[in-house]
């Protein structure tokens, strides 16, 4: 026969525990003894540690009574149900975990990985980090809408950033914004983005520089969505007009000059 103490350490409670279940009516008192002491004995440790295991599970404790109440069939089937249960709010705290790493990992919350990996590299070539933030916030619609092409833009992404001359193009821009829409600086940077956008069409083709292929509305977000991250775009895409050509996430020339 087990004191109150033995019969806690063996079921892995507290005595302060094994009261509180004594209180609740889940697990029976025995009778004092002649000492005056409450004895238990082997069947005592087993119901507690049934009575542990489903209340650790989060079964609440009418349902504990309800179960060691039950016949062995019924106990098993319920059993079976709370393990289910288990197994699916275990696969929930796994998607929260992955969405929490997600976040903690910047950019790949909202992006393909390949996505990132292009923008890592825009700023391993050294591109303005304000250039590589509206190219990421351009990418979040763009991935959204329509993931089937990321593959598709990506392979010509990459072609362009593997090119010195489009290289040139980032670099002349990053200069661009250091200026404020005002400073009359933005006119030379202007000369200099139209001559690159130029060089680019006559030698690349002018598929090169403007074969997006995205709708009017998604372009026009993106856009905003520029002129927001970098102030001097809207005043340097009036500029480019002036020379020659127009938009920011969709260039092309401007036909008539």
Known sequence: MLTIGELASYAGVTVRAVRYYHAKGLLPEPERDHSGYRRYDAGAVVELIKIRTLAGAGVPLARVRELLQAGE???AAAVTDIDERLRAEIQERQHHRDQLAR???????ALPREVV?????????????????????????????SPERVPEWMTRKRAQIADPLFIGFYRTLSQAL???????????????????????????GEHYVDDADLEPPLVALMDTLAYDTVPPARRLIELLRERGWTGWTKLKRVRGR
């Open 73 to 75: 069939a019924d106990f």
């Open 178 to 204: 250091d200026h404020t829409a005002d400073d009359p600086r933005l006119t030379g940077l202007a000369d200099d983005l139209a001559a690159y956008l130029t060089r680019l069409a006559d030698e690349r």
């Open 103 to 109: 976040l903690a990992a910047g950019d790949h919350l």
């Open 117 to 145: 990996a292009y923008l890592d590299h825009l700023r391993a070539l050294g591109v303005d980090e304000r250039i590589v933030q509206a190219e990421r916030d351009g990418w979040i619609p763009l991935a959204a809408r």
